[in-house]
């Protein structure tokens, strides 16, 4: 802490993973005698820089972007980027973290990073979002490389920016290779792979809920957010036979109790770019309750009563009173899809309960192993169907809920997938690192 002020999400992050790991330190001394912890929370790089953009008034803006190049002992770098105001060092350094354990439990050959810049793209022309993300890629692309670092996107974060930053990074480097994930399927991008997160994080429910002789058919589900991940987890959610009830975005949320409509979702938020109230205007008996309206220190989606809820928006939008209305209400699966969505004691309140709980590192690695599938394809220059892609997913996360709960198993908490997930993704990347000797 000392080393890091005012990094809040960053020392949540690592203090869940460090209480994880006290058990295996116990039964294998030697990742303390070779300083892997130490070692493990200091970013091999971290690159902090100016982007000045003109925007559509002639004046020049100036925001800050980040790359922290976190740790590359089992595979390049691998991590996305995130457009937001909120974005500074605590977050990225958070994301890029996490990213290094979920990687490592993916079973796939990438080490950790994450990216960003506080720049909020809301409100901004398409012709300002190209000219902010080529000023962004003008300093990147020096860093990146097909074995090297390979970003993707997040929050803020889609197909229309990859496309601008990919569009740079080939005009600076005169080639065509993938150093990016989550492009266009014209210019080298995967099937599957918008959907890949939010199927993913529905895959590893259906998982948990399996291994204990249940399934989501017939069951009402809770989702908050309403972008990439929270559309194609309500897209898989129908496939798999479950109803989803509610979405959200920072303006309020949506209560639709008949289920929300897919097609419309998609027109509010991929073609018009719309507030979530405009849900509201076109199927009048849902109801929306904007955040003014929610109760203090509350996000209202979780009160509605559900058997699995999936967050996905963003960081510690689940909190402890959250938590305790779900388990109240008789929820008994939680699927993180965002990053770190649950705070620490709403965590707590989950293990406690002993529900199929589900953290981010194992249930949303989805989006990033298929980012890898992506990766292979481009090596190959190959493109690969749908299904087989989608296939490919479903058995990673299979693969990821097996390693977790195997290893929960080994340490005596058999349901427990923090401690499962820390310990597994952990193991691997620290062998890694013994192996390759001290940097
Ligand atoms: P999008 O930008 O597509 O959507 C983000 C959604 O979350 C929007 O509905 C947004 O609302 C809402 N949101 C963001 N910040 C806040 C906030 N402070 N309060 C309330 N709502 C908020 O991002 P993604 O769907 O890609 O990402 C969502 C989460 O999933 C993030 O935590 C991300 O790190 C994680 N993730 C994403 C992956 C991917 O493949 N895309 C992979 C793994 C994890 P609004 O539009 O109003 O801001």
């Given at each position: ?47 902090i ?28 770098y ?13 977050i ?110 529905v ?25 990439n ?15 989803p ?58 009160s509605v ?43 707590n ?43 490919k ?47």
């Open positions: 802490r000392k080393n890091n002020p005012g990094e809040p999400e960053f020392y949540q992050a690592v203090e869940e993973v460090l209480h994880s790991l006290a058990p295996l330190f116990n039964k294998e001394p030697k990742y303390q005698k070779h300083k892997i912890v130490e070692r493990l929370v200091e970013p091999e790089r971290q690159i820089f100016r982007v000045a953009w003109i925007d559509d008034k002639g004046e020049v803006q100036v925001n800050r972007g980040f790359r922290v190049q976190y740790n590359s002992a089992i595979g390049p691998k991590g996305g980027i995130r457009f937001h105001p909120s974005v500074y060092s605590g990225i350094k958070f994301l890029g973290f996490e990213q290094i354990l979920k990687n490592s439990l993916s079973g796939l050959a990438i080490g950790g990073a994450k990216g960003g810049a506080n720049f909020d793209p809301k409100g901004k022309s398409d012709n300002e979002i190209m000219r902010f993300c080529q000023a962004f890629m003008t300093e990147l692309y020096r860093h990146l490389g097909p074995t090297i670092d390979v970003p993707a996107g997040d929050i803020g974060v889609g197909a229309r920016e990859i496309g601008y930053m990919y569009g740079q990074y080939k005009r600076l480097t005169h080639a065509h290779e993938g150093v990016l994930t989550g492009k266009g399927l014209l210019w080298g991008g995967s099937l599957a792979r918008k959907e890949a997160t939010g199927y993913g994080s895959y590893f429910a259906d998982e948990m809920l399996k291994s204990r002789n249940q399934g989501l058919e017939g069951k009402i589900c809770t989702v908050s957010g309403s972008g991940v929270a559309i194609y987890t309500i897209e898989k959610l129908y496939q798999l036979g479950a109803t009830v509610t979405v959200s975005d920072s303006s309020g949320m949506i209560y639709h109790k008949s289920g929300i409509k897919l097609d419309v979702l998609k027109q509010v938020k991929e073609k018009e770019q719309a507030r979530i109230s405009r849900y509201a205007e076109l199927c009048p008996d849902a109801v929306f309750t904007p955040v003014s309206a929610y109760p203090k220190g509350r996000n209202a989606v979780w009563p559900c058997q699995a809820a999936f967050p996905s928006a963003t960081q510690n939008e689940l909190n402890l009173e959250d938590a305790t209305e779900l388990l109240k209400n008789g929820c008994i699966c939680v699927s993180e899809g965002a990053n770190m969505p649950s705070t620490a004691d709403a965590v309140a989950f293990l406690a309960a002993k529900i199929s709980y589900a953290p981010a590192k194992c249930s949303n690695a989805g989006g990033v192993s298929t980012s890898l599938l992506e990766m292979s394809q481009n090596a190959v220059m190959m493109q690969w169907s749908f299904d087989e892609v989608d296939a997913l479903k058995g990673i996360m299979s693969g990821i809920f097996d390693g977790a709960s195997r290893t929960a198993k080994e340490f005596g908490e058999p349901h427990n997938l923090v401690l499962g997930g820390n310990i597994a993704g952990f193991r691997k990347v620290a062998d890694a690192m013994i192996d390759l000797g001290v940097y």
